[in-house]
């Protein structure tokens, strides 16, 4: 059955409080909020006036008629008094797309949703409705393909709470009411608001505590807890917070691959966070990988990890350098067993350090006490004359060479093939690597650009919806 919670955009909401509250104690009467409002947002007065009825339907502002000292009635309008709002039992808006309107009710979670916005299959039967947060948390479908034990798990997810912290965005780190309000650009006093429009508060601090103590028994309910703290960003920040690159959208584009990156082999994925072995990309996985020859538009045939086949795709990762990540047709394939001379490869040195690997990883496959055994990288291995003679070794990355000549049918440095994902988490400082490791630089949340949000200015700035990230 549909009902309906509230009428008006969350983002409209909180510009009409803002022209509201920017008046101090004035008397805000009907044609001063309009264009008080439409001169802050330049939003149309006829938008603001629909949206101003809607608020007043859903008592998220308060009317009342006085007289004027000419002895005139007029209706003036205030903020509401958020300790009087009774919270109900069920989110106010659609989990989905984050707006109003008429909704339906999971009988298991407060989670509402639009019958518009539900996929056909998940669309309530009768009078039941089951939401989908709800529905992929019970029946876990990732655990039908990976078998993680649940320290492991929540050791994996551990792992992704800390780098997304390591972004350093404090409305991530904690859904505290004074920090989102002024994240927001407004005062902590306007703290009051958290309350009204998020219903379900969510943050890393939250979701770091439950992977601590061993509290997630599903990839989905992970899934699930981030696309909660999504939600309460787009209510509350607004919808361009996860559009174009924006911190709510590349948090949960990074947090959906880290999670598939999991699914395809959480071996892989726990050993580029811990790092604790200088042959760790060499390392045999529980679910062995086939190894290949793998050949991007542009490269030569470059020794890779097959992680996932779909079709006549190939998914592979890389040897050597940051183990970038390939979606490669099944034509630009060719076994290991192939010669090198078949394959027409003109060695280089960060080909050379992706075929040490490569031995290194067919040597542990037939003797696992090998790896034990193994010297540090650049001691007594293959690396070591590079290292002396100032050369790259094999623990550096394409983008670190600098060579003075070069041939003109080949560069003399050959980078590793680049087709990995370039994750939207970027543009908030984050580069994610296509093995699930990630180079972070530290953002830090300042005032609102002016220019476009997305673009950088001259200085490596990036103005993200209300925020400005420092590159």
């Not at 949206?51 to 000292?69: G, I, P």
């Not at 404090?170 to 219903?199: E, S």
């Not at 440095?413 to 370039?422: H, I, M, W, Y």
Request: glycine residues 6%; positive net charge.
């Amino acid at each position: 059955m549909q009902v309906t919670r509230r009428l008006a955009m969350p983002q409209r909401i909180q510009q009409i409080w803002d022209a509201i509250g920017s008046q101090g104690n004035q008397v805000m009467d009907f044609e001063r909020l309009l264009t008080t409002a439409s001169t802050m947002f330049k939003v149309p007065r006829d938008e603001l006036n629909h949206e101003l009825n809607h608020a007043l339907k859903d008592y998220l502002v308060v009317s009342e008629v006085v007289e004027t000292q000419r002895r005139e009635e007029t209706e003036i309008y205030k903020l509401p008094d958020a300790s009087t709002m009774e919270k109900g039992d069920h989110d106010w808006y659609c989990f989905q797309c984050h707006l109003g309107g008429q909704i339906v009710k999971c009988e298991d979670c407060p989670r509402v949703y639009h019958l518009e916005c539900l996929p056909e299959d998940r669309k309530p039967e009768k009078d039941l409705f089951v939401c989908p947060a709800c529905h992929i948390m019970t029946h876990k479908p990732s655990a039908e393909k990976v078998s993680i034990k649940p320290k492991v798990l929540n050791q994996l997810l551990h792992y992704i709470c800390e780098r997304f912290k390591s972004w350093q965005i404090n409305f991530l780190d904690k859904a505290d009411a004074k920090t989102w309000a002024v994240a927001g650009n407004r005062l902590p006093k306007d703290a009051w608001r958290f309350g009204l429009l998020v219903y379900l508060p969510m943050d890393l601090e939250i979701m770091t505590t439950k992977a601590v103590n061993g509290k997630y028994v599903s990839l989905e309910e992970f899934q699930v807890d981030c696309e909660t703290l999504v939600h309460a960003i787009g209510v509350y920040f607004g919808l361009d917070m996860l559009r174009g690159g924006n911190i709510g959208q590349a948090f949960l584009r990074d947090a959906l691959h880290d999670i598939q990156e999991i699914k395809l082999c959480h071996d892989c994925f726990r050993r580029s966070n811990e790092k604790n072995h200088d042959w760790w990309f060499c390392l045999p996985c529980s679910t062995p990988h086939e190894v290949v020859w793998a050949k991007q538009t542009g490269y030569p045939y470059w020794p890779a990890k097959v992680m996932k086949k779909d079709g006549n795709k190939y998914d592979v990762r890389y040897f050597g350098g940051n183990y970038e990540r390939g979606i490669i047709d099944a034509k630009n394939i060719q076994p290991i067993e192939t010669s090198i001379n078949q394959l027409k490869v003109r060695r280089t040195a960060l080909w050379n350090d992706a075929f040490d690997e490569l031995t290194k990883f067919q040597e542990i496959a037939k003797d696992p006490e090998l790896a034990t055994k193994l010297p540090p990288k650049g001691r007594g291995g293959p690396s070591s004359a590079k290292a002396k003679t100032g050369k790259r070794v094999a623990s550096q990355s394409p983008e670190e060479v600098v060579t003075k000549k070069s041939r003109k049918s080949e560069p003399s440095s050959t980078p590793t093939p680049k087709t990995s994902r370039k994750s939207a988490a970027s543009k908030a400082g984050t580069t994610t690597q296509a093995n699930g490791t990630s180079s972070s630089t530290p953002a830090s949340v300042g005032s609102p650009g002016k220019k476009k949000a997305g673009a950088a200015n001259k200085s490596g700035t990036f103005n993200i919806g209300h925020f400005c990230i420092i590159l």
